[in-house]
């Protein structure tokens, strides 16, 4: 009596339009052939990908969750079942690295129901032969569909989703009255002198979402700004891979077949506002980010942005990153000398406090201490080593039976680093706002040391500050302590 196998099957689909691969006739397909050769094809075993291309294997993430599972001892199953080679992958580099992993490392088969391969050497010659062609084909096709579309656009077709303002009608774009007015609105406060961020602030105060269904920003309205479709014209990068061209004045322009809803007047007058903006303020006119001693410390207490520097060295403020891009609606201005001495007042407040609002992280609630600082990272930096050797093992560089010792050694190790860790005495609340106030009063004589750069002060401030919230309303900040 033969002992029964058990089966994994792997079932990819590219596009919804190959309904002759749909993913349940593939499936269907398997199963028969697996109870047909006496296996068995439990359903935690069936790994599916749809609607996704099999030219590279690692944005599969089902391929990779099976050949995860694959490499369990004692291994879970003993052949992957395929409709096709080409379901497997369409690059035959990923092809012959992963069928050589499992079958050497893992002593699991990967078999194609539809192709059926002979037991003897000229099977590996035809496999190959049918891996290079599904590449070929997989590559053809991508430049066949890239010319194509190619063609279409240089006629006016449409190659791509319709932008803010239009919608889909059949082949062309149609403009959807409503946000067509918000896109004439747009560039009418635009030429008449509102700035972006006031713009995208009037959008999202009036509930108006992105076409990706998004809160408007700065980019949002820019992008609107430049965007030639709205004269009836189309836009393409001159370069296929590159799709963040979307600024590029050097890009292709052809006329569609839809209809404008701007005027070309309007249009060019928006564009010589935005060169004398530029004009008024060059790309690199700021240059690396000027020293300030909050920098990357203190938010925005209505939706936790940063506040970021902004002026001139002659009035020098912090405002709120996200009300800059127009995202907040509401203003957290504030003189930077002003935040400086807020910050450091209520450092000073806090040193006669009893309780501080201290953040402190699972490893360090449990010990304390440089002994405990030592631990904490000799284990990190063994994880690391586990790291590295699992990916020594997944590129072919050791075998499963080194991986296999170098894991259970580095996992020993990181095992008695632990023990000596949970056996160190726990620090009180008590004990913390101690540590706290300690690094409050060394820092405090060098926030107020005029001689000392703004970074210097910053590193000070960042060795034992998790966060300061600004509150606007009150004019106060609110500290938050790491231990």
């Given at each position: 009596?033969?002992?029964?196998?058990?089966?994994?099957?792997?079932?990819?689909?590219?596009?919804?339009?190959?309904?002759?691969?749909?993913?349940?006739?593939?499936?269907?397909?398997?199963?028969?052939?697996?109870?047909?050769?006496?296996?068995?094809?439990?359903?935690?075993?069936?790994?599916?990908?749809?609607?996704?291309?099999?030219?590279?294997?690692?944005?599969?993430?089902?391929?990779?969750?099976?050949?995860?599972?694959?490499?369990?001892?004692?291994?879970?199953?003993?052949?992957?079942?395929?409709?096709?080679?080409?379901?497997?992958?369409?690059?035959?580099?990923?092809?012959?690295?992963?069928?050589?992993?499992?079958?050497?490392?893992?002593?699991?088969?990967?078999?194609?129901?539809?192709?059926?391969?002979?037991?003897?050497?000229?099977?590996?010659?035809?496999?190959?032969?049918?891996?290079?062609?599904?590449?070929?084909?997989?590559?053809?096709?991508?430049?066949?569909?890239?010319?194509?579309?190619?063609?279409?656009?240089?006629?006016?077709?449409?190659?791509?989703?319709?932008?803010?303002?239009?919608?889909?009608?059949?082949?062309?774009?149609?403009?959807?009255?409503?946000?067509?007015?918000?896109?004439?609105?747009?560039?009418?406060?635009?030429?008449n002198g509102s700035k972006t961020r006031a713009i995208a602030m009037k959008?999202?105060?009036?509930?108006?979402?992105?076409?990706?269904?998004?809160?408007?920003?700065?980019?949002?309205?820019?992008?609107?700004?430049?965007?030639?479709?709205?004269?009836?014209?189309?836009?393409?990068?001159?370069?296929?891979?590159?799709?963040?061209?979307?600024?590029?004045?050097?890009?292709?322009?052809?006329?569609?077949?839809?209809?404008?809803?701007?005027?070309?007047?309007?249009?060019?007058?928006?564009?010589?506002?935005?060169?004398?903006?530029?004009?008024?303020?060059?790309?690199?006119?700021?240059?690396?980010?000027?020293?300030?001693?909050?920098?990357?410390?203190?938010?925005?207490?209505?939706?936790?942005?940063?506040?970021?520097?902004?002026?001139?060295?002659?009035?020098?403020?912090?405002?709120?990153?996200?009300?800059?891009?127009?995202?907040?609606?509401?203003?957290?201005?504030?003189?930077?000398?002003?935040?400086?001495?807020?910050?450091?007042?209520?450092?000073?407040?806090?040193?006669?406090?009893?309780?501080?609002?201290?953040?402190?992280?699972p490893a360090a609630s449990v010990s304390t201490g440089a002994v405990a600082?030592?631990?904490?990272?000799?284990?990190?930096?063994?994880?690391?080593?586990?790291?590295?050797?699992?990916?020594?093992?997944?590129?072919?560089?050791?075998?499963?039976?080194?991986?296999?010792?170098?894991?259970?050694?580095?996992?020993?190790?990181?095992?008695?680093?632990?023990?000596?860790?949970?056996?160190?005495?726990?620090?009180?609340?008590?004990?913390?706002?101690?540590?706290?106030?300690?690094?409050?009063?060394?820092?405090?004589?060098?926030?107020?040391?005029?001689?000392?750069?703004?970074?210097?002060?910053?590193?000070?401030?960042?060795?034992?500050?998790?966060?300061?919230?600004?509150?606007?309303?009150?004019?106060?900040?609110?500290?938050?302590?790491?231990?």
């Amino acid at each position: 009596m033969s002992i029964l196998k058990t089966a994994a099957a792997y079932i990819r689909v590219s596009t919804e339009e190959q309904t002759e691969y749909s993913p349940d006739s593939q499936l269907k397909a398997v199963r028969k052939y697996a109870q047909e050769h006496d296996m068995i094809l439990p359903d935690e075993f069936v790994f599916m990908d749809e609607g996704i291309s099999g030219r590279t294997a690692g944005k599969r993430p089902e391929f990779q969750r099976m050949i995860g599972t694959a490499k369990l001892k004692p291994k879970p199953f003993d052949v992957i079942l395929l409709w096709k080679f080409g379901r497997f992958a369409r690059n035959r580099q990923d092809s012959i690295v992963y069928k050589s992993m499992l079958r050497k490392q893992c002593g699991i088969d990967v078999v194609s129901i539809s192709e059926q391969l002979g037991e003897d050497n000229t099977s590996i010659l035809i496999e190959a032969l049918i891996e290079a062609m599904d590449e070929y084909y997989s590559l053809n096709l991508a430049e066949e569909v890239k010319r194509g579309m190619t063609e279409k656009f240089s006629r006016g077709g449409v190659v791509s989703q319709p932008p803010f303002g239009y919608r889909m009608g059949g082949d062309i774009f149609v403009p959807d009255e409503v946000n067509a007015n918000i896109v004439r609105m747009i560039f009418e406060d635009f030429v008449n002198g509102s700035k972006t961020r006031a713009i995208a602030m009037k959008l999202n105060g009036m509930g108006v979402k992105t076409s990706k269904g998004n809160a408007w920003g700065n980019r949002n309205v820019e992008y609107v700004l430049t965007n030639p479709v709205y004269l009836g014209k189309l836009r393409r990068s001159r370069d296929p891979q590159n799709r963040h061209d979307r600024f590029n004045e050097d890009s292709i322009l052809v006329d569609g077949k839809h209809e404008p809803i701007i005027e070309q007047s309007v249009f060019e007058q928006a564009q010589v506002r935005r060169a004398e903006i530029k004009k008024a303020y060059p790309k690199h006119a700021r240059q690396t980010p000027a020293e300030y001693m909050l920098r990357g410390i203190i938010r925005c207490d209505n939706c936790g942005s940063t506040l970021i520097l902004t002026g001139n060295k002659k009035a020098r403020y912090l405002q709120c990153h996200s009300y800059n891009r127009g995202e907040c609606q509401v203003s957290h201005g504030i003189a930077v000398e002003k935040a400086n001495r807020i910050v450091i007042e209520k450092l000073t407040a806090d040193l006669g406090s009893d309780t501080l609002d201290i953040a402190v992280k699972p490893a360090a609630s449990v010990s304390t201490g440089a002994v405990a600082a030592t631990i904490e990272t000799m284990i990190a930096k063994e994880q690391r080593k586990l790291e590295r050797v699992r990916e020594a093992y997944e590129a072919g560089v050791d075998t499963l039976e080194e991986y296999r010792q170098n894991k259970a050694k580095i996992t020993d190790r990181i095992e008695e680093l632990q023990k000596e860790l949970d056996n160190s005495p726990a620090m009180s609340e008590q004990e913390r706002v101690a540590v706290v106030k300690g690094k409050i009063n060394a820092s405090l004589a060098i926030l107020t040391n005029p001689d000392l750069s703004e970074t210097a002060k910053n590193e000070a401030l960042l060795s034992f500050v998790e966060k300061i919230i600004f509150v606007k309303p009150k004019g106060v900040v609110e500290i938050h302590y790491k231990a």
